[in-house]
């Protein structure tokens, strides 16, 4: 089945503390991005991924780390996570070209205490 | 730079009524546009995409969305709303940079 993955889905973590979220996606897409969903102000993207070694920020990339070493795995890192972090993360991935449509993770609901 | 506007952040409705969610992109390059939907505890998922020729599309499950280009507008419309439609509604368009922009989203909320 195509789909975009996200471990873990559910993390509370405290001030300071380093947390990786994967992501991975098995429809060979080139296109990887992350993005953080919070109340009345929608979908903002932090990190986007062209390809394996091609990463570049997005509209919010302050206090996020990315890694893209293989295709299929975009991680997303909150190297000294702070409570303004706390959100709902999503990954997306696609092809690469802009008539085609993102395909999104579950979520990952982050809460720093 | 592109940006995309969606013009209610909260559109409630009965159940069985008609029911249409603004969108309005800027945009001076071709554009593509897309309408995704978030259920309940979900990531988005695709509804319905204009990539060209006819500017009515239709998702199979009753909605659709007309692209108007002198309006700069991609409206989404539904002639009559279920409780299953409850969900978040998020336009979005690329165009040049392939990099998309996505609306704020619009709540729509049915109640019965």
């Known amino acids: 089945e195509a789909q975009v993955t996200q471990n873990p889905r559910y993390l509370i973590t405290v001030t300071g503390k380093k947390l990786t979220v994967t992501c991975s996606q098995n429809?060979?897409?080139?296109?990887m991005s992350w993005y953080r969903q919070d109340p009345g102000l929608g979908l903002r993207q932090i990190y986007y991924s062209m390809n394996v070694e091609v990463t570049d920020k997005g509209d919010v990339p302050e206090g996020y780390k990315v890694s893209r070493k293989e295709k299929r795995n975009f991680p997303l890192i909150l190297e000294s996570p702070s409570p303004n972090q706390t959100s709902l993360y999503f990954c997306?991935?696609?092809?690469?070209?802009?008539?085609?449509?993102?395909?999104f993770g579950p979520g990952t609901r982050l809460t720093v205490l | 730079a592109q940006s995309v506007t969606q013009l209610d952040s909260q559109v409630p409705v009965f159940e069985e009524a008609p029911v249409e969610l603004r969108c309005n992109y800027s945009?001076?390059?071709?554009?593509?546009l897309f309408w995704y939907v978030q259920y309940p505890n979900q990531g988005l998922q695709l509804l319905l995409k204009y990539l060209s020729g006819s500017t009515l599309v239709e998702s199979i499950n009753g909605f659709e969305a007309e692209f108007n280009k002198s309006q700069t507008s991609f409206h989404l419309r539904k002639p009559s709303v279920h409780i299953s439609d409850t969900a978040e509604y998020f336009c979005?368009?690329?165009?040049?940079?392939?990099?998309?922009?996505f609306g704020r989203g619009t709540s729509l909320i049915v109640h019965p």
């Open positions: 997306a991935s696609s092809l690469i070209g802009p008539y085609n449509e993102q395909f």
């Open positions: 429809m060979n897409h080139e296109y």
């Open positions: 945009s001076s390059v071709s554009v593509y």
């Open positions: 979005a368009a690329t165009g040049g940079s392939y990099i998309p922009t």
